[in-house]
């Protein structure tokens, strides 16, 4: 880790060249969007009909991703990325193809919504991954070229499987949202602790849904951003309207040490699906943030979210700014 500057709020590394906008002129808002978005088209690759809630971090001085590509057959698979300026992305055109010695738990029968975390030099990947039923597949890699899957982190059903940036009190860390077979209708946000990333346990309850765009459920989204006043994380929060779902996200702050305690949380949503790419789409009126890239120094954050299960955009904030949100804002 570099060194911590004076009143550097974030506990992380530089990343002077993540992507970056100022806030435009005129606007209040704590989150805005970027003025290229969608930065990531449906159909970057000739084989998607869409890509979305995808994961992204800092590689080798430049970036590197695990990308939700559903195909033209409408099959859920994970592809692989590169990118220099975390803008302008080169998806491979095949899936992942997951290395497996795991008798039983070898067969893909599909995987959406990742996200990636690099933990001790190496790059893990959680994903809700189908083994009859959809739970949290988990994989290693070293070079976003070869990815050797390990045992699923929980039995079915489960989703939004994050890890934390660094293990807590000796074990690795993860947070999740129990759910069912289909497109829950229920969900709260848990922790859970591993010593070996394959014997799961210490589940802790964090936080569930309350009133307003989050009164159905809630799910973890980017890795958590450790900062000076806790463990920044940024989720979505889903209402039943009359014209179906609607995904928005906020965000909060947990406990450094005891990240089932939640600090404070926000009543406001930070962002909601507002713009035609995040209001139309194959499942409209989504916004689905699954990875965060931030630069320590100035605090700036740039959320990657997907927009209507179709498309993957961008957003910006700074770290203070947002916490102090967090403390005003609270729910």
């Known amino acids: 880790m570099s060194k911590l500057q004076k009143n550097q709020t974030v506990l992380a590394p530089a990343l002077p060249n993540i992507?970056?906008?100022?806030?435009?002129?005129?606007?209040?808002?704590?989150?805005?969007?970027?003025?290229?978005?969608?930065?990531?088209?449906?159909?970057?690759i000739p084989c998607a009909n869409s890509i979305f809630n995808s994961a992204v971090v800092p590689f080798e001085g430049s970036f590197a991703g695990v990308f939700r590509v559903d195909d033209r057959r409408r099959r859920m698979r994970l592809h692989s990325g590169r990118s220099k300026d975390g803008i302008a992305w080169r998806i491979s055109e095949e899936p992942i193809t997951f290395r497996c010695d795991i008798l039983g738990a070898d067969v893909f029968e599909y995987g959406y919504d990742p996200r990636?975390?690099?933990?001790?030099?190496?790059?893990?990947?959680?994903?809700?991954n189908g083994y009859h039923g959809?739970?949290?597949?988990?994989?290693?890699?070293?070079?976003?070229?070869?990815?050797?899957?390990?045992?699923?982190?929980?039995l079915p059903h489960n989703r939004n499987g994050v890890m934390f940036p660094r293990k807590i009190g000796g074990k690795f860390a993860l947070l999740s949202r129990p759910s069912d077979t289909g497109h829950t209708a229920f969900g709260d946000i848990f922790y859970s602790e591993s010593p070996d990333l394959c014997h799961w346990g210490r589940h802790r309850f964090v936080m569930g849904p309350t009133v307003g765009w989050q009164a159905?459920?809630?799910g973890a989204g980017p890795t958590p951003i450790e900062t000076t006043a806790g463990w920044l994380m940024i989720y979505h929060g889903v209402l039943l309207s009359c014209n179906g779902y609607v995904y928005s996200a906020g965000a909060a702050l947990l406990d450094i040490e005891r990240p089932w305690k939640v600090i404070g949380r926000t009543g406001p949503y930070i962002l909601s699906p507002q713009e035609l790419y995040e209001c139309v789409g194959d499942v409209p009126n989504v916004v689905f943030p699954c990875a965060a890239l931030c630069d320590a120094p100035t605090g700036r954050i740039a959320i990657y979210y997907g927009a209507a299960d179709t498309v993957t955009c961008l957003a910006y904030t700074q770290v203070d700014d947002l916490i102090e949100f967090i403390r005003s804002n609270p729910i």
């Not at 992507?19 to 970057?44: F, H, K, Q, T």
């Open 216 to 218: 159905l459920k809630v």
């Open 134 to 154: 959809p739970t949290i597949g988990v994989a290693v890699t070293d070079d976003f070229e070869t990815f050797e899957q390990m045992e699923n982190a929980f």
């Open 19 to 44: 992507p970056w906008e100022d806030r435009p002129a005129g606007c209040d808002d704590v989150v805005w969007r970027s003025a290229d978005n969608p930065v990531i088209p449906r159909d970057l």
């Open 116 to 128: 990636v975390c690099r933990i001790d030099e190496r790059y893990y990947v959680t994903w809700c």
